[in-house]
């Protein structure tokens, strides 16, 4: 589906954007979990996409009484925490971290897929195709 700047098609666009995000975060996990005994393998973990006009959706102020959100921080960031175990071998994956982080990915997945697909439905019912 093309952006074509509308509600419907910036947020589609999102969606897949992030599902497309979370299909690669997985398989750098996956990398991740599977050299856990790899001597003097460091975890990379991907940065998560952002909201701006490029990626076709962007956060707006639609009226001056609403909060901005220039310089503000979304909350606490665990990827830039820094890593205090590391095996004798120079190994810093930590087992319990990245499964956790498997499974938050899984579930944000799921979420934007069942979105996705619901807003497919919803354009189905709205041009008259019975969704």
């Known amino acids: ?43 990379f973990d991907l940065k998560p996409p952002g909201f701006d006009r490029e990626s076709g959706v962007a956060l707006a102020r639609t009226s001056a009484g609403h909060m901005s959100l220039a310089g503000a921080r979304g909350g606490f960031d665990s990827t830039g925490a820094p890593r205090f175990e590391t095996t004798p071998n120079g190994n810093a994956v930590n087992l319990e971290d990245e499964m956790l982080k498997v499974a938050q990915n899984q579930s944000d997945y799921q979420l934007a897929a069942s979105l996705y697909s619901k807003g497919l439905a919803l354009m189905k019912i709205a041009i008259g195709k019975n969704g």
């Open 1 to 43: 589906m093309a952006n074509d700047g509308s509600i419907g098609g910036g947020l589609m666009q999102a969606l897949k954007l992030r599902m497309h995000y979370q299909q690669s975060r997985q398989k750098v996990l996956a990398e991740n979990v599977a050299n856990a005994d790899s001597p003097g393998f460091r975890p």
